[in-house]
């Protein structure tokens, strides 16, 4: 199985900062015949399901707002938030859909000072 | 627009039966991969099980021979049925829609469904 390792496991920001999560996987997530990384990044608030944010490494699902980026290549992804606001209070999680089984990071709780 | 929404969510003695549906509406699942994904209280996502467009079912490890995941194209509806359930079992359980064909990102979930298990 696929291993996701986030970091940090929280971060607490400032309004108008920028917040960087970071996922490591255990193997590569990359296929070549198509060359795209099958990590996603998904938000979840309190007592909502999942959103999905990023797919394919870097893609933003449309209606995201653009202060959401995701980047990264070989076995390291980063999800930016710029410009934090009161309501990105949640817990973010990446996704590796490579392989069967699916698997996620632990999560990272963002909280705002 | 796309809907899922799921029921059969209760509470259950350890050892027992549930059976969970998804009701999907906005798309037809047979020609998507449809995902079971499990939240215990207070812990993170995990990912129990998929039903491919074609049909093949996949599990993880955690509840391979006791879950089965099954779809009624008639009535858009997926299912997981649960059996000899045990007290880490206890949590939310979302329907999740991946792609037409592979596992793709979950654009679409449910609200979920809690099932609690009794020891």
């Known amino acids: 199985d696929i291993v996701m390792t986030q970091s940090p496991d929280s971060l607490t920001m400032s309004l108008g900062e920028r917040a960087t999560i970071n996922c490591k996987s255990s193997?590569?997530?990359?296929?070549?015949?198509?060359?795209?990384?099958?990590v996603a990044w998904y938000q979840q608030k309190v007592g909502q399901p999942p959103k999905l944010l990023i797919y394919?490494?870097?893609t933003r699902e449309p209606g995201v707002p653009d202060r959401f980026s995701g980047s990264g290549s070989g076995t390291y992804f980063t999800l930016t938030i710029n410009s934090l606001q009161a309501e990105d209070v949640a817990v973010y999680y990446c996704?590796?859909?490579?392989?069967?089984?699916?698997?996620f990071g632990q999560g990272t709780r963002l909280e705002i000072k | 627009e796309v809907q899922l929404v799921e029921s059969g969510g209760d509470l259950v003695q350890s050892g027992g039966s549930l059976r969970l549906s998804c009701a999907v509406s906005?798309?037809?699942?047979?020609?998507?991969?449809m995902n079971w994904v499990r939240q215990a209280p207070g812990k993170g996502l995990e990912w129990v099980s998929v039903?491919?467009?074609?049909?093949?079912?996949f599990y993880a490890d955690s509840v391979r021979g006791r879950f089965i995941i099954s779809r009624d194209n008639s009535k858009n509806t997926l299912f997981l049925q649960m059996n000899s359930l045990r007290a880490v079992d206890t949590a939310v359980y979302y329907c999740?829609?991946?792609?037409?064909?592979?596992?793709?990102?979950?654009?679409?979930w449910g609200q979920g469904a809690l099932v609690t298990v009794s020891s």
């Open positions: 999740a829609s991946g792609y037409p064909t592979s596992m793709g990102p979950f654009d679409y």
């Open positions: 906005g798309f037809t699942i047979n020609t998507m991969y």
């Open positions: 039903i491919y467009a074609g049909g093949d079912t």
């Open positions: 193997q590569t997530v990359l296929l070549n015949s198509n060359n795209k990384y099958y």
């Open positions: 394919w490494a870097s």
């Open positions: 996704q590796q859909y490579y392989s069967t089984p699916v698997t």
